[in-house]
């Protein structure tokens, strides 16, 4: 069960970082 828990956080904790990578300014990877 503890597992599945951190395996969630993972995946939260990348999608963060990857959101905060994206929403920083100057980035390469900018939609718009």
Do not use: F, I, Y
Not at 3 to 32: C, F, I, M, W, Y
Request: glycine share 6%.
């Amino acid at each position: 069960m503890d597992d599945q828990g951190t395996q969630d956080l993972d995946l939260v904790n990348r999608h963060k970082k990857a959101r905060e990578l994206s929403l920083r300014p100057g980035s390469p990877r900018q939609s718009t």
